[in-house]
């Protein structure tokens, strides 16, 4: 006799089958096992790209240092030839020094402390230009161009022979190169105490600028 309800014929259910039951526990058990899995994946996934970024930031480290690494020695390098060739220059100059004056010692002539910086090209010479065009039309002596660029450059000198020498080689170099470039024209020689007389310049009149020209 079927067993009614209120709706009709109640439904009869099926024995589940032993195997399936078996089946689905092993299915269950494998679907934990495999969700606990991913998680823990999940967490060693998130492990490795964060090692995998910071592997990726060390070698541009790494890049960037091996470059800063061949500039270095680029620069290094250069400096190691300019050192050589101002050796080999003062040698030369020290031969030179024995040659005109075998009684002095170069070790005496100390170097120049430079304040300010002439040394780029034709800064000195601009610079000397520059004043003999404040004093135009007015001669200006040698001595007194040495003075101011002593004082604009913020030059010492530790001896009276390394001050001359710089005067001759670096103010003298200078206005003669002026001078060859037709800038500026020489003058007459005026007296300068305790010493032979100096030499006059000013900027070349054809050179200094009319006001039409301003």
Request: charged content about 30%; overall charge positive.
């Amino acid at each position: 006799m079927e067993n009614k309800t209120s709706a009709g014929v109640r439904p009869r259910y099926k024995r589940v089958p032993k195997k399936l039951k078996q089946l689905a526990e092993e299915r269950a058990s494998a679907a934990g096992k495999l969700q606990f899995h991913l998680d823990g994946h999940n967490i060693i996934l998130g492990q490795y790209e964060r090692v995998q970024s910071k592997v990726k930031e060390l070698k541009e480290k790494l890049r960037l240092s091996e470059e800063e690494l061949r500039i270095s020695t680029e620069k290094l390098q250069l400096s190691e030839e300019k050192r050589n060739l101002l050796v080999a220059s003062v040698a030369s100059i020290d031969a030179m020094i024995a040659e005109v004056a075998p009684h002095v010692d170069p070790n005496w002539i100390e170097a120049i402390r430079r304040g300010r910086d002439y040394s780029a090209h034709g800064s000195l010479r601009e610079y000397l230009h520059s004043q003999m065009q404040l004093r135009f039309p007015d001669w200006i002596s040698t001595v007194e161009l040495s003075k101011l660029a002593v004082e604009a450059f913020s030059l010492t000198f530790d001896t009276p022979i390394a001050s001359w020498l710089w005067r001759k080689r670096s103010i003298f170099g200078a206005l003669h190169a002026l001078l060859n470039e037709g800038l500026i024209e020489k003058g007459p020689k005026i007296p300068n105490p305790g010493t032979v007389a100096t030499t006059t310049w000013r900027i070349k009149v054809e050179t200094q600028p009319r006001l039409d020209d301003l």
